[in-house]
């Protein structure tokens, strides 16, 4: 059954075109994922399929009703999880979904939210208040409210965002399991990786259709341009910059201990580049993601060097500029940190991961001088945190903006800037506005911004006196993929330039990126070493996804065993 029937939607808000002649289908009893970057059209999309929105042009038919259409008849019928929880964070677990119950009408619910706590494996947290929940379980009660009432149509808004692969891949077994009542799902993401779980996917940017069908189909348009590079590379940053200057490549990024590189359609290896890179070099062809195809699209070639770390000063090369020594935080009579140990030293890459509400940023926060350790002892810098020349020598960029959201984009440089005692104040403004093509937002306040301009902000913000050490939160969340590259080839480049780099991300390709991971779990660190030696204590062919749940469900289990 034909569930969504969309025919040259149009939607456009003041002069700016959110949807340009949008058409096709979407069937009951299959994902229909909706994917595409930050701004491309997903939100508005979806308003249009919940009725909340009225279009332009065009026709558009949800379980056969004309829309728009706020009637009852209709809204008892669709499921809608928006991207910003539509929770009481003073509420319980289970107060929430009474209170969606109620609100639809269900006046005996206690056997339906039963049935969904175990659906979502919430039942032993029944009694927690919604604002103490982790990002994960917080998206899976989201979703539970969304089916109270069982819906024919589920419409999710970035679901995924901000989540660790333990509850994304919870979220995903969840939403397979309701195939089965013939419910068409439509699931919006700006994760591309999540495209390879859908049935079909509408590939959306700047408002229109780069692709509707099969996500396959798309990726074999990459089958023999992928490949994996590796040996002894003199120095492998340095060799991603080169691979790239080639004009034959459309990307080329690390994963682990190698090499993963796009060739440009018609084009042929550059066989010429493996001498220059290292020793004993091998090429093999790999697989392709779904995230490479959509860069192939579009064809937007990865950037060789970054422009920002050209205009930083080269650091010397010093060992352990981050040393953290049996750091522990306790709130109360809880744990959140303990006996946490680790070295960084200038020119690495340090990659934090765990799950939501692990402690990763309650260690960011002791590593910037934000929280007071309960026990133990940092030194940035070989120096104390209480010390106002370690301090100015420090970069942070927070998990959730550290901008001022009244103050216009210019106006945020400026006061960074001078917060930080910048030399040249205007010249240094003018520059970061050149490299992260500021220009048309200049005198738009940062809470209008769109997210990647937010996130590229943010950065030039925590950048602006040229730090010898950065903390980066989360720094891609949320973001398109080219947006993305763009954020990691300026950490590779400062990296390459002695800034000492300390990163936590959910997402487990950029884990690959570091030199050394720690996987912290319910506070404590359970594995440290390189990205392939963390996937080796899986199997030879794990991916980091692999790694990072099998270390912590191993963890689980020996937990469990000891007690």
Known sequence: MTAVYACNITKSFKDEVALNDIS??????????????????KTTLIRLLTGLMSFDSGKLEVLSVKMPDKSSEFLEQIGYMPQKFG?????????????????????????????????????????????????????????????????????????????????????????????????????STSYLHEAQMCDSVLLLNDGNILYHGCPKELMSNLKG??????????NKREAVSSILESEELLDAALVGAYIKVVLKKDACFPDEILSKIGNNIKVSKMRPSFEETFLDILGVKTKAHSILANIMSELPKRKNLITVSNLTKKFGGFTAVENINFTVNSGEVFGLLGPNGAGKSTTFKMLCGLLTPTNGKVEVLRGSLKSSRIRKNIGYMAQKFSLYGDLKLKDNLGFFARLYDVKNVNEKIDTMIDIFDFK???????????????????????????????????????????TRKEFWTHINGIAKHGVCVMVTTHFMDEAEYCDKIMLVYKGKAIAVGTPDELKAQVSPTASMEDAFIHLIHMYDKESEYQK
């Open 225 to 234: 341009r992928v490949f994996k590079i590796e040996g002894e590379f003199f």
């Open 24 to 41: 096709f289908t979407a069937k009951s009893g299959e994902i229909t994922g909706l994917i595409g970057p930050d701004g491309s059209g």
């Open 440 to 482: 048309k937002y200049l005198h738009v306040n940062a809470n209008e911004l769109p997210l990647g301009i937010k996130q590229r902000l943010s950065l030039a913000c925590a950048l602006m006196h040229e730090p010898s050490v950065l903390f980066l939160d989360e720094p891609t969340s949320g973001v398109d993929p080219i």
């Open 87 to 187: 929770l009481y964070e003073d509420l319980s677990v289970w107060e929430n979904l009474q209170l969606y119950a109620s609100l639809q009408g269900i006046t005996d619910a206690n056997a339906r939210i039963d049935e969904l706590l175990g659906f979502t494996r919430l039942k032993p947290f029944i009694k927690r208040r919604v604002a103490n929940l982790s990002g994960g379980m917080k998206q899976k009660l989201a979703l539970a409210c969304a089916l109270i009432k069982k819906p024919k149509i589920l419409l999710l808004d970035e679901p995924s965002v901000g989540v660790d692969p333990i509850s994304r891949r919870d979220l995903w077994e969840i939403v397979h399991s309701l195939l089965k009542d013939d419910i068409a799902i439509i699931w």
